[in-house]
């Protein structure tokens, strides 16, 4: 299944299909404007990942500055859940940290958000605090981070064979 998707760089050319899919994966979803910037900015890793008829079905944007990667969003079209498109998407993002000398990922996620914190706990993460009415509508997000030598233990990230 995944063999037959292409993951890349996203253009301006994907900022619609983006949103999209962000307005339905997210409460409180980003505007265009804000992918705009992020696509163009420096100091980011962004990937999306295309099906073979060239259709958007996920997306990972992070920054990165010093010795630090935030994961920003990550988002799986519905048809193309439980694929395991997520956990390669943040397998890239950690090839990337560590080609870097980036030393930690971390990221927000909704206290409610159980799919991601199970994804994120299975892939190594800690839950390190609870930050109390993040979101716009008061929600708390749990703060989440993981060290790139322990993922690069757990899952063999970059490592050489
Ligand atoms: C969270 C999200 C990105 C996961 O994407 P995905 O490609 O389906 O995730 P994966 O297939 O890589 O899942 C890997 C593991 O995470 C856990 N997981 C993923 N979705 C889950 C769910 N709905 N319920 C419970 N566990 C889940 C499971 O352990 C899963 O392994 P399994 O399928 O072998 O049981 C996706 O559900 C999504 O886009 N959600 C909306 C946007 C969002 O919440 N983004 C995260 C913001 S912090």
Redesign the pocket.
């Known amino acids: 299944m995944q063999s037959d998707l292409s993951f890349r760089s996203p253009s301006e050319d994907d900022l619609d299909a983006i949103t999209d899919l962000e307005s339905v994966?997210?409460p409180s979803a980003w505007k265009r404007e804000f992918f705009e910037s992020e696509v163009n900015a420096a100091g980011r890793y962004n990937l999306v990942v295309e099906e073979p008829r060239g259709a958007l079905v996920?997306y990972l944007f992070t920054m990165y500055y010093l010795d630090e990667m935030h994961v920003n969003k990550?988002?799986?079209d519905e048809d193309?859940?439980?694929?395991?498109?997520?956990?390669t998407l943040m397998k890239k993002c950690f090839e990337f940290a560590r080609a870097n000398n980036l030393l930690t990922v971390s990221?927000e996620?909704r206290e409610s958000?159980?799919?991601?914190r199970?994804?994120y706990g299975?892939l190594g993460f800690a839950e390190v605090y609870v930050r109390q009415r993040y979101y716009a509508d008061g929600e708390a997000a749990v703060v989440m981070s993981c060290t790139v030598a322990d993922a690069s233990r757990t899952w063999d990230v970059g490592r050489e064979t």
Request: charged share 15%; hydrophobic share 65%.
């Open positions: 994966s997210f996920a990550i988002a799986v193309w859940k439980r694929f395991g498109i997520a956990s990221l996620v958000n159980e799919a991601a199970a994804l299975r």
